[in-house]
C-alpha cells in the first residue's frame, strides 16, 4: 500500500500565495506521473497540473502563468506552487501518484491523497 499526506493549504486572501505539498510513503518500486486536482463545493474535480518522471509537466488554462508544478523524486514529493490566487481557485486540492509497487513489479495504480482546503478571500 501507498499513503499519499498533503500539507499546505489554508486560507489566504486574493493575490496572495500558498505552497501544496505532498509526500508519498509506502510500497513504491516507482512512481510514473504526479498530479494535483481540485474539487470546489457543487461542482466536479478537475484537473490543476501534473508532472511526468522526468519533469514534463502541464496545467489547466485557468492556472496557466499562475501555478508551478514540481517534484522531488528522492523524496516521493510533488509541490504546488500557487501565486496569485483567485477566489474561484477556492477549493479542496487533492494530489495524486501513479505508482509501481516496490515489492510486486507488475502492479502499477494510482494512490490519492485526502485533501487540503484551499479558500481565497476576496
Known amino acids: 500500500q501507498v499513503q499519499l499526506v498533503e500539507s499546505g493549504g489554508g486560507l489566504v486572501q486574493a493575490g496572495g500565495s500558498l505552497r501544496l505539498s505532498c509526500a508519498a510513503s509506502?510500497?513504491?518500486?516507482?512512481?510514473?506521473?504526479m498530479g494535483w486536482y481540485r474539487q470546489a463545493p457543487g461542482k466536479q474535480r478537475e484537473l490543476v497540473a501534473t508532472?511526468?518522471?522526468?519533469?514534463?509537466?502541464n496545467y489547466a488554462d485557468s492556472v496557466k502563468g499562475r501555478f508551478t508544478i514540481s517534484r522531488d523524486n528522492a523524496k516521493n514529493t510533488v509541490y504546488l506552487q500557487m501565486n496569485s490566487l483567485k477566489p474561484e481557485d477556492t477549493a479542496v486540492y487533492s494530489c495524486?501518484?501513479?505508482?509501481?509497487?516496490?515489492?510486486?513489479?507488475?502492479?502499477?495504480?494510482?494512490?490519492w491523497g485526502q485533501g487540503t482546503q484551499v479558500t481565497v478571500s476576496s
Open positions: 509506502g510500497s513504491i518500486g516507482s512512481i510514473n506521473a
Open positions: 495524486m501518484a501513479n505508482v509501481r509497487d516496490g515489492s510486486r513489479w507488475y502492479v502499477v495504480r494510482d494512490y
Open positions: 508532472i511526468t518522471s522526468n519533469s514534463r509537466t
